[in-house]
C-alpha cells in the first residue's frame, strides 16, 4: 500500500487556550457577585439605573456562561473528526447566543426605563451611587480579564500557516469579543447609572436616571446588531472577504489559458479560509501545480483543485 501521510493533515484551524477559558469563567464569577449585590440594592434603594444595571447583568452572566462553555466546549471535541473543520464555530455560535441575550438585555432595558419615567420613585442616592461605583469596578476589572490573554499556539498542526498565534485576541475572537461585550456593557451601564444619580441628587434631574437606561439601551441594541451580523455571516458561510476571493481568482487566471469556473472561500478559523476551486484549461496543469501558486495567501489554510479539460 502507497504511504499516503505526506499527503495528509488535521483539520484543526483554530484553538482558543486554556487561558481564555480560564478567565471567562472568572469574569462569570465576578458578574454573579456583582449581579445579585446590583439587582437587590437597585430595588431597595429604588434606583431604575441600578436596578436595570443589576438584571442586565444577569443576562449578561448567562451569556458569559455561553461563552465560557462554547470555550470548554470546543476544547474537548477539538480532535473529533466528525467537525469537518474543526470546533471553532462552536465558539461563533456562543458568541451569536450572547449577542442575542445583548439584544434582548437592550429592548428590556428600554420598557423598563420606559415604564419609570412615567412612574418616577423617590431614590435613596449615598447608597445606590456607592454600589454604583462597586459594580464600575468589577465591570472594569473584568475587562482587564478578558483583555490580559497571552498569546498561546496550537502546535497540533503540521503546516505552519496552521498555528493560531493571536487567539487570545478579544478583536479577532468571536466568542471572547461577544463576552467582552457584555463586560463593557456592564461598565457602560454602570457609568451612565453614577451620572444619573448625581444628577439627581445635586440637580434634581430624576428624569435623568431613566433616560440613561434608554440610551444605554440604544447602545447595547447598536452592538447586537454587529456582532450578529459577523457571527451570522460566518455560521451561512456566507464569503465575507471578496477581496481574498478576487485575488484568488486573479492568481489562477494569470496565465491565459486558464478560467476559474467555480470557487468557494470561507471562514474556518480567525483569519484562516478554505477554498474550493474548479478551473478549466486547454492544457490544464496537475493541482498541486495550483495549490502552489496559491501559497502566498497565508490565510489560506485548506484548498481542494480541480482542474478540467477544455475542449474547443
Not at 453614577?194 to 447598536?222: E, H, Q
Given at each position: 500500500m502507497k504511504d499516503t501521510s505526506g499527503y495528509e493533515h488535521d483539520h484543526i484551524f483554530h484553538y482558543s487556550g486554556k487561558q481564555t477559558e480560564k478567565k471567562t469563567m472568572r469574569v462569570v464569577l465576578l458578574t454573579l457577585s456583582m449581579m445579585l449585590v446590583e439587582i437587590v440594592a437597585g430595588w431597595i434603594f429604588n434606583s431604575m439605573a441600578l436596578f436595570a444595571d443589576g438584571w442586565h447583568m444577569s443576562t449578561h452572566a448567562a451569556a458569559l456562561a455561553i461563552s465560557w462553555g462554547a470555550f470548554v466546549l470546543a476544547r474537548r471535541y477539538n480532535a473529533d473528526r466528525r467537525f469537518t473543520f474543526g470546533t471553532w464555530k462552536i465558539e461563533v455560535l456562543g458568541g451569536f447566543v450572547s449577542a442575542i441575550l445583548l439584544g434582548l438585555v437592550g429592548l428590556a432595558m428600554i420598557g423598563i426605563s420606559v415604564h419609570r419615567l412615567l412612574s418616577p420613585l423617590a431614590i435613596q442616592f449615598d447608597?445606590?451611587?456607592?454600589?454604583?461605583?462597586?459594580?464600575?469596578?468589577?465591570?472594569?476589572?473584568?475587562?482587564?480579564?478578558?483583555?490580559?490573554?497571552?498569546?498561546?499556539?496550537?502546535?497540533?498542526?503540521?503546516?505552519?500557516?496552521?498555528?493560531?498565534?493571536?487567539?487570545?485576541?478579544?478583536?479577532?475572537?468571536?466568542?471572547?469579543?461577544?463576552?467582552?461585550?457584555?463586560?463593557?456593557?456592564?461598565?457602560?451601564?454602570?457609568?451612565?447609572?453614577?451620572?444619573?444619580?448625581?444628577?439627581?441628587?445635586?440637580?434634581?434631574?430624576?428624569?435623568?436616571?431613566?433616560?440613561?437606561?434608554?440610551?444605554?439601551?440604544?447602545?447595547?441594541?447598536?452592538?447586537?446588531?454587529?456582532l450578529l451580523a459577523e457571527t451570522g455571516s460566518i455560521l451561512l458561510d456566507r464569503e465575507t472577504h471578496d477581496d481574498l476571493t478576487s485575488s484568488i481568482r486573479k492568481t489562477l487566471e494569470a496565465d491565459a489559458d486558464v478560467r476559474v469556473t467555480d470557487l468557494h472561500v470561507w471562514k474556518v478559523g480567525q483569519d484562516k479560509y478554505a477554498c474550493i476551486v474548479a478551473l478549466m484549461a486547454q492544457h490544464p496543469g496537475q493541482a498541486e501545480e495550483y495549490k502552489a501558486l496559491l501559497r502566498q495567501f497565508e490565510s489560506l489554510v485548506h484548498v481542494t483543485v480541480e482542474a478540467n479539460p477544455h475542449f474547443s
Open positions: 447608597q445606590a451611587i456607592l454600589v454604583a461605583i462597586v459594580g464600575l469596578v468589577v465591570n472594569l476589572l473584568s475587562v482587564l480579564l478578558l483583555n490580559d490573554h497571552p498569546h498561546e499556539h496550537d502546535h497540533s498542526h503540521s503546516h505552519p500557516h496552521h498555528h493560531d498565534h493571536d487567539n487570545g485576541s478579544v478583536h479577532k475572537n468571536l466568542n471572547l469579543r461577544a463576552a467582552y461585550l457584555h463586560v463593557v456593557a456592564d461598565a457602560m451601564t454602570s457609568v451612565l447609572a453614577i451620572f444619573a444619580l448625581l444628577g439627581a441628587k445635586y440637580l434634581s434631574w430624576n428624569w435623568l436616571d431613566p433616560i440613561m437606561g434608554i440610551v444605554g439601551a440604544i447602545l447595547i441594541l447598536r452592538w447586537t446588531y454587529l
